[in-house]
């Protein structure tokens, strides 16, 4: 089998493809051929060291993956060989095949292409997470989301209009905007021409209000200031992630004035303690994508020998939606 190794923490470009040999098959474990490796932004942090993980050298990357079952061990019952299948392998998906628990691997519905299926389960989850478990969202709410042609931040736009809120998208580019309308945004907002906090603030207006419900912020960075100050009473800003590369430090004041909170969404940290609601969760994301509810993306495919490029695109803000590696 062929695997992306990362040998060394530095610059993308040191990847290298490898031939190794296939891996034992225990007896409550499956082979998968993978037919597509989800890219994620933390898959390029890994792989250069700058993530507050640093997995043991060498490691292959790779979070998610979607294929086909080749090969079920001894005690396996509940999967059969030709089964479609994704998997959440946090590490070692970037390869032409992956062994795993059979516990771990999950049947792909009908509805979804393999690309899809890799790309999901982390963008999603961390969107259902946000806006039903911590934020408590409910139809009719304005949702300001930040990175809205990004992986979690589209998720948030599908997710947002799914359960009736009213979705204004930013971001910095036409084709990402485009992507969130077509997933449900009501209105965009360009984050290099708008005023944030302004441009908000008369979309909300129009609406009869005099600023947004909530927040959902993947970017951080300088935009999050301003997006706090788009809060209406109550307003509930979400800090999901810092893709800017800029931890924001904001202001208590402006969280003190119109009673505004702010949310903490750890969606990898809450599984842990949270297992059953984690897996009932899945379950109702993919019950929603299966009843046309949600719409997942389909992911820009790259060769797997483009690894650096796929993964240079996604840091440099360059991939509109999701990607994936196709073996
Ligand atoms: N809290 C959680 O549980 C959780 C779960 C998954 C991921 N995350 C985090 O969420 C963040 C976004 O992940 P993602 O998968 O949505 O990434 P993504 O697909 O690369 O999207 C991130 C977006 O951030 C914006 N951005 C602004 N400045 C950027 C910069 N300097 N470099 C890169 N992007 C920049 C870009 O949108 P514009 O071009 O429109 O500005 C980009 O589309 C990451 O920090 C990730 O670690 C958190």
């Given at each position: 089998?062929?695997?992306?190794?990362?040998?060394?923490?530095g610059?993308?470009?040191?990847?290298?493809i490898?031939?190794?040999?296939?891996?034992?098959?225990?007896?409550?474990?499956?082979?998968?051929?993978?037919?597509?490796?989800?890219?994620?932004?933390?898959?390029?942090?890994?792989?250069?060291?700058?993530?507050?993980?640093?997995?043991?050298?060498?490691?292959?990357?790779?979070?998610?993956?979607?294929?086909?079952?080749?090969?079920?061990?001894?005690?396996?019952?509940?999967?059969?060989?030709?089964?479609?299948?994704?998997?959440?392998?946090?590490l070692?998906?970037?390869?032409?095949?992956?062994?795993?628990?059979?516990?771990?691997?999950?049947?792909?519905?009908?509805?979804?292409?393999?690309?899809?299926?890799?790309?999901?389960?982390?963008?999603?989850?961390?969107?259902?997470?946000?806006?039903?478990?911590?934020?408590?969202?409910?139809?009719?709410?304005?949702?300001?989301?930040?990175?809205?042609?990004?992986?979690?931040?589209?998720?948030?736009?599908?997710?947002?209009?799914?359960?009736?809120?009213?979705?204004?998208?930013?971001?910095?580019?036409?084709?990402?905007?485009?992507?969130?309308?077509?997933?449900?945004?009501a209105?965009?907002?360009?984050?290099?021409?708008?005023?944030?906090?302004?441009?908000?603030?008369?979309?909300?207006?129009?609406?009869?209000?005099?600023?947004?419900?909530?927040?959902?912020?993947?970017?951080?960075?300088?935009?999050a200031?301003?997006?706090?100050?788009?809060?209406?009473?109550?307003?509930?800003?979400?800090?999901?992630?810092?893709?800017?590369?800029?931890?924001?430090?904001?202001?208590?004041?402006?969280?003190?004035?119109?009673?505004?909170?702010?949310?903490?969404?750890?969606?990898?940290?809450?599984?842990?303690?949270?297992?059953?609601?984690?897996?009932?969760?899945?379950?109702?994301?993919?019950?929603?994508?299966?009843?046309?509810?949600?719409?997942?993306?389909?992911?820009?495919?790259?060769?797997?020998?483009?690894v650096?490029?796929?993964?240079?695109?996604?840091?440099?803000?360059?991939?509109?939606?999701?990607?994936?590696?196709?073996?």
């Amino acid at each position: 089998m062929r695997v992306v190794s990362c040998n060394s923490f530095g610059p993308l470009d040191q990847l290298t493809i490898e031939e190794r040999p296939p891996r034992e098959l225990g007896p409550a474990d499956v082979r998968i051929e993978v037919k597509a490796a989800g890219v994620n932004f933390v898959d390029g942090l890994f792989v250069q060291g700058l993530y507050q993980v640093k997995p043991p050298l060498p490691f292959v990357p790779g979070g998610e993956i979607a294929g086909v079952v080749t090969e079920v061990g001894a005690e396996v019952s509940d999967l059969a060989v030709g089964q479609r299948v994704f998997v959440s392998t946090g590490l070692g998906g970037f390869a032409t095949e992956v062994v795993v628990p059979a516990g771990a691997a999950v049947a792909t519905p009908d509805a979804m292409t393999d690309g899809q299926a890799a790309t999901f389960v982390q963008s999603y989850m961390t969107a259902w997470f946000a806006l039903h478990v911590r934020a408590r969202a409910s139809a009719g709410q304005l949702l300001l989301v930040l990175g809205a042609g990004g992986g979690v931040g589209l998720a948030a736009v599908d997710v947002g209009r799914a359960m009736g809120l009213q979705v204004l998208a930013a971001a910095s580019s036409e084709a990402k905007r485009a992507v969130a309308v077509a997933h449900g945004a009501a209105a965009t907002l360009d984050t290099t021409a708008d005023d944030l906090k302004t441009a908000a603030k008369e979309w909300a207006k129009a609406a009869g209000r005099s600023g947004v419900d909530l927040v959902y912020d993947p970017v951080g960075g300088s935009l999050a200031e301003s997006a706090l100050r788009s809060l209406d009473d109550d307003g509930q800003y979400l800090v999901i992630g810092f893709a800017a590369g800029e931890i924001p430090r904001l202001p208590a004041n402006q969280v003190l004035l119109r009673n505004r909170r702010v949310t903490g969404v750890d969606w990898g940290g809450w599984i842990g303690k949270h297992q059953a609601e984690n897996r009932q969760m899945l379950h109702d994301v993919l019950a929603a994508i299966s009843a046309g509810d949600l719409h997942p993306v389909e992911p820009r495919a790259y060769a797997f020998e483009d690894v650096a490029s796929a993964l240079g695109d996604q840091l440099q803000r360059n991939v509109v939606g999701k990607s994936v590696l196709v073996p």
